[in-house]
């Protein structure tokens, strides 16, 4: 374990659903993180909070929506989501400096499909 | 804007061999350069960083990278495989300082037959 939980670990949900997913970390970090894998793609970074604000946002659409609570937990709501957002949802945190050299640890993901 | 470039979408090798898993970067300045392991159905595992010094970096599992600065080259290497490496690889890059973010490569696929 890596101290990085998501919930739920698999989740299927038409395209009018409402559903979000979750993420909480054990580790005391500063920063979490949104990242979406999809097949042969490289992994494509959605979303940053940092000191429970929103650093980044990189052109998500806005039927995704994250919400950082505290700086422990991160939501990404999912709404009127299309097929294509089918696809590994993974969250991670790191513990942040100045110089930007910490790794990420990542949760195990949570599979989304939509129908 | 930065990239990485993992240009082969899987590497072969037989137990017992010695394996090389290719990483180029293109990122202005002096980056830091990670590795990741995926297992399937599981999340991103981190196995090694370069942030400076000494160009041949240890990680975990017995797993190495070498950095090359005039090739701009990070590549991922273990002198002996094991078929429970087979896995997919990131090669990750990000800039120096605060608030930079992470860029992955699409991964490779390591397959270690017995």
């Known amino acids: 374990e890596t101290g990085v939980t998501q919930t739920p670990r698999h989740l299927v949900m038409g395209m009018t659903n409402k559903k979000s997913l979750k993420c909480e970390q054990h580790?005391?970090?500063?920063?979490m993180y949104w990242y979406k894998q999809s097949a042969k793609k490289p992994l494509e970074l959605m979303f940053v909070?940092?000191?429970?604000?929103?650093?980044e946002n990189n052109s998500v659409p806005s039927r995704f929506s994250p919400e950082c609570p505290n700086s422990s937990h991160l939501f990404l709501h999912l709404h009127t989501l299309q097929p294509e957002d089918s696809a590994l949802y993974l969250c991670?945190?790191?513990?942040?400096?100045?110089?930007?050299?910490?790794?990420?640890?990542f949760g195990q993901g949570t599979r989304l499909t939509v129908v | 804007a930065q990239s990485v470039a993992q240009p082969e979408d899987q590497v072969n090798v037989a137990e017992g061999n010695p394996l090389t898993v290719k990483c180029t970067y293109s990122?202005?300045?002096?980056?830091?350069l990670f590795w990741y392991v995926q297992y399937p159905n599981r999340g991103l595992q981190f196995l090694l960083k370069?942030?400076?010094?000494?160009?041949l970096v240890k990680g975990s599992y017995g797993f190495e990278a070498e950095f090359n600065k005039s090739q701009t080259s990070f590549h991922l290497k273990k002198p002996s495989a094991l078929v429970s490496d087979s896995a997919l690889y990131f090669c990750?890059?990000?800039?120096?300082?605060?608030?930079?973010?992470?860029?992955f490569g699409k991964g490779t696929m390591l397959l270690v037959s017995p």
């Open positions: 991670a945190s790191s513990q942040e400096g100045l110089q930007g050299n910490t790794e990420a640890f």
């Open positions: 580790l005391g970090h500063n920063a």
């Open positions: 909070y940092s000191l429970e604000e929103r650093v």
């Open positions: 990122v202005s300045g002096n980056p830091y």
């Open positions: 370069y942030i400076t010094g000494d160009n």
């Open positions: 990750a890059v990000r800039p120096r300082g605060r608030n930079s973010t992470l860029t």
